[in-house]
């Protein structure tokens, strides 16, 4: 299975994606990955921040390769794509996918539920996922970053 695929099952819609564009998605990564450490916000709240950060980085990548995620499951679809996009493994897509479920969960459901220690994965796996997406675009779309 390959993005083309999941386009063929209507899970992505094509998109033309831009420097802009790109460069909006990435400056909110940064935004979020700055915010997510302010200590006077609860872990629920940090966590939440943590994970758009992640998120948005994820979601520059699949725009990078021409592609949106479908309004069905689109956190879901967004997450797995790293699989093809950045060429992600099975555990960092396992653990985004899980901290996805969490998020929900936390805010939808019950809230403290998110620990320190987890706010700190969440922060890290944002992180990596920042630095993966900004070689995969120097490497395989240098057009879409802003001089």
């Known amino acids: 299975m390959n993005l083309g695929d999941w386009l063929r099952n209507g899970w992505l819609t094509e998109h033309q994606s831009s420097a802009r564009e790109i460069a909006d998605l990435m400056a909110a990564v940064a935004r979020d990955l700055?915010?997510?450490?302010?200590?006077?916000?609860?872990?629920?709240?940090r966590f939440n921040i943590a994970y758009n950060a992640a998120l948005q980085a994820a979601t520059a990548a699949l725009a990078a390769e021409g592609f949106r995620a479908?309004?069905?499951?689109?956190h879901f679809r967004i997450i797995q794509s790293l699989a093809f996009t950045i060429g992600a493994?099975?555990?960092?897509?396992?653990?985004?996918?899980?901290?996805?479920?969490?998020?929900?969960?936390?805010?939808?459901?019950?809230?403290?539920?998110?620990?320190?220690?987890?706010?700190?994965?969440?922060?890290?796996?944002?992180?990596?996922?920042?630095?993966?997406?900004?070689?995969?675009l120097r490497e395989r779309h240098p057009e879409l970053i802003e001089d």
């Open 34 to 45: 700055a915010d997510c450490r302010v200590p006077a916000l609860s872990e629920d709240w």
């Open 70 to 74: 479908a309004r069905e499951q689109h």
């Open 89 to 136: 493994d099975k555990d960092l897509v396992d653990l985004f996918d899980r901290f996805r479920r969490k998020r929900n969960f936390g805010t939808y459901e019950r809230t403290g539920v998110v620990s320190e220690h987890e706010v700190e994965q969440m922060l890290e796996l944002a992180q990596k996922l920042k630095g993966q997406v900004e070689e995969m």
